[in-house]
């Protein structure tokens, strides 16, 4: 079994590889909606499109914020910044040694599995 100090390796990894996920998401939205004829590498077809979910009505705010404020409040944002200060936060918690916070670690890695399967 992997001890604390592992764990606190792993969490810090995977919240770097969650922030370079999320920026490298923002950046193909960002360069699709400036470029037309940008095709984002994550588009492998017409089954599988990131920039069809980038550009649909959960692309923002998840979906939900849009449908309690207009869609060009500050709140309304792609979903990619969310994610973004969601593995900040993970990655500033993960600099602690409290069993508290990695309680607090566990139900915010659950609230992302449900976040990241809403859409689909």
Do not use: R
Not at 1 to 27: E, P, Q, W
Not at 29 to 54: A, H, Q, R
């Amino acid at each position: 079994m992997c001890g604390l100090g592992c764990t606190k390796f792993f969490n810090v990894v995977l919240s770097l590889v969650g922030l370079g996920i999320s920026a490298f998401a923002l950046f193909v939205e960002m360069k699709s909606e400036v470029d037309e004829d940008f095709t984002p590498p994550c588009d492998l077809g017409e089954d599988i499109s990131c920039s069809v979910l980038f550009h649909s009505q959960y692309g923002t705010g998840f979906g939900l914020v849009s449908q309690f404020l207009p869609a060009n409040h500050p709140a309304n944002q792609p979903n990619n910044v969310y994610w973004g200060i969601y593995f900040a936060f993970f990655f500033l918690l993960s600099l602690f040694n409290y069993k508290f916070i990695a309680t607090f670690q566990i139900l915010l890695s659950l609230f992302a599995l449900v976040g990241s399967a809403y859409p689909g």
